[in-house]
């Protein structure tokens, strides 16, 4: 791919060509930015059990996961056994071992091999490649992420996060209730996309926009991401962000926090909601909500309210561009200078050589 398909010049640059959307090489190659850097794995709190599968991770990196936990250290295995390669665990259990169910192969929470039957007469076993791979692992203000084979680390990677919105980011508390997993017709990088411009909000969000004061949304690029801020419209709820914030004394509706490639965190004054765009197949999607509440009063209100509403009205126009791509007659187009920094920048990424 070319460095330069995307020219760095937002003022000249033309947008991705539609075969980036429909093709499935590009599709395969564009997996392996998942592989390469941190994936959300959920809070802490989230994993009541010694063991857990993590089948969103499974489908995002076709590598199936658990995760253990022996009260002592927390570590991503892989969770396939060494033997015949059966996936082994497919529900949470405290029982703080893995067996197979296929030929009876045991494994500690730390990985280690620790009894199969019938290999007492196996010579030079067991030996390393016995026990399970364990993944990359890190926390972030509760969060657990994992990662296949990261070159940064997570900490440097959410840096901006941290310094521009630390303060708010203690006491998040997990609700099930709010999860939503949604299936999508549409390729994961046009949802991304539609994600990383305001532009669409004022056609796509009414109600949204009301929320929104009129000349208040601004994106700021960083190396692993984007971050979007709406200012709220007048009598809207919004943040109060402390004297040391870059940002106190503005009316923040939201923070749209993007980390590359795939995940978004939508910081509102009632707390977090999480989204995790899982490719499914070149042209279908799934995305998944978690949400971490810490002002239950304040849900329902402002830029953060009716958020399945506004997730619809998404859907509608990324499943639409998903057509639009696969059309004869669209190749490609031309960003808006004011307002499509962020897509230009993921663009940029994703098509850069690293
Ligand atoms: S495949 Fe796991 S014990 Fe045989
Ligand atoms: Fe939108």
């Given at each position: 791919?070319?460095?330069?398909?995307?020219?760095?010049?937002?003022?000249?640059?033309?947008?991705?060509?539609?075969?980036?959307?429909?093709?499935?090489?590009?599709?395969?190659?564009?997996?392996?930015?998942?592989?390469?850097?941190?994936?959300?794995?959920?809070?802490?709190?989230?994993?009541?059990?010694?063991?857990?599968?993590?089948?969103?991770?499974?489908?995002?990196?076709?590598?199936?996961?658990?995760?253990?936990?022996?009260?002592?250290?927390?570590?991503?295995?892989?969770?396939?056994?060494?033997?015949?390669?059966?996936?082994?665990?497919?529900?949470?259990?405290?029982?703080?071992?893995?067996?197979?169910?296929?030929?009876?192969?045991?494994?500690?929470?730390?990985?280690?091999?620790?009894?199969?039957?019938?290999?007492?007469?196996?010579?030079?076993?067991?030996?390393?490649?016995?026990?399970?791979?364990?993944?990359?692992?890190?926390?972030?203000?509760?969060?657990?992420?994992?990662?296949?084979?990261?070159?940064?680390?997570?900490?440097?990677?959410?840096?901006?996060?941290?310094?521009?919105?630390?303060?708010?980011?203690?006491?998040?508390?997990?609700?099930?209730?709010?999860?939503?997993?949604?299936?999508?017709?549409?390729?994961?990088?046009?949802?991304?996309?539609?994600?990383?411009?305001?532009?669409?909000?004022?056609?796509?969000?009414?109600?949204?926009?009301?929320?929104?004061?009129?000349?208040?949304?601004?994106?700021?690029?960083?190396?692993?991401?984007?971050?979007?801020?709406?200012?709220?419209?007048?009598?809207?709820?919004?943040?109060?962000?402390?004297?040391?914030?870059?940002?106190?004394?503005?009316?923040?509706?939201?923070?749209?926090?993007?980390?590359?490639?795939?995940m978004m965190f939508n910081v509102y004054p009632w707390g977090v909601s999480v989204n995790i765009v899982v490719p499914t197949s070149v042209e279908t999607t799934r995305v998944l909500f978690r949400s971490y509440v810490k002002r239950a009063d304040l849900l329902g209100q402002g830029a953060g309210a009716e958020l399945d509403k506004v997730e619809l009205q998404d859907q509608f126009v990324v499943e639409n561009c998903m057509?639009?791509?696969?059309?004869?007659?669209?190749?490609?187009?031309?960003?808006?200078?004011?307002?499509?920094?962020?897509?230009?920048?993921?663009?940029?990424?994703?098509?850069?050589?690293?």
């Open positions: 791919m070319s460095e330069e398909l995307v020219n760095a010049d937002i003022r000249l640059a033309k947008t991705l060509p539609s075969e980036f959307y429909t093709d499935e090489v590009h599709f395969e190659s564009q997996r392996n930015a998942f592989r390469t850097t941190w994936q959300f794995m959920g809070a802490s709190s989230q994993f009541m059990s010694a063991v857990s599968p993590l089948p969103h991770l499974d489908a995002l990196l076709s590598e199936p996961l658990v995760r253990t936990n022996d009260g002592d250290e927390v570590r991503v295995l892989s969770n396939v056994c060494t033997h015949r390669g059966m996936v082994m665990c497919h529900e949470e259990t405290d029982k703080k071992t893995l067996q197979c169910p296929y030929h009876g192969r045991t494994f500690g929470c730390d990985g280690r091999m620790k009894h199969m039957p019938g290999f007492e007469e196996a010579l030079n076993f067991p030996t390393a490649a016995d026990h399970l791979p364990v993944f990359h692992h890190a926390k972030w203000n509760g969060f657990e992420f994992m990662t296949v084979d990261a070159k940064v680390d997570l900490d440097a990677v959410l840096q901006p996060v941290h310094d521009r919105i630390g303060w708010f980011l203690d006491g998040l508390q997990y609700d099930a209730s709010r999860d939503r997993d949604w299936d999508i017709a549409a390729h994961w990088m046009l949802y991304v996309d539609n994600y990383l411009e305001g532009f669409h909000i004022p056609f796509v969000h009414p109600e949204l926009n009301d929320a929104l004061a009129n000349d208040g949304y601004a994106t700021e690029c960083f190396e692993h991401g984007v971050l979007q801020i709406g200012l709220a419209a007048d009598g809207e709820v919004c943040f109060d962000p402390p004297e040391d914030s870059p940002d106190h004394g503005k009316n923040i509706a939201a923070y749209y926090w993007w980390i590359y490639p795939n057509k639009g791509m696969r059309s004869s007659a669209y190749e490609r187009g031309r960003y808006s200078p004011t307002h499509e920094q962020g897509v230009h920048h993921f663009h940029r990424m994703m098509t850069s050589l690293k």
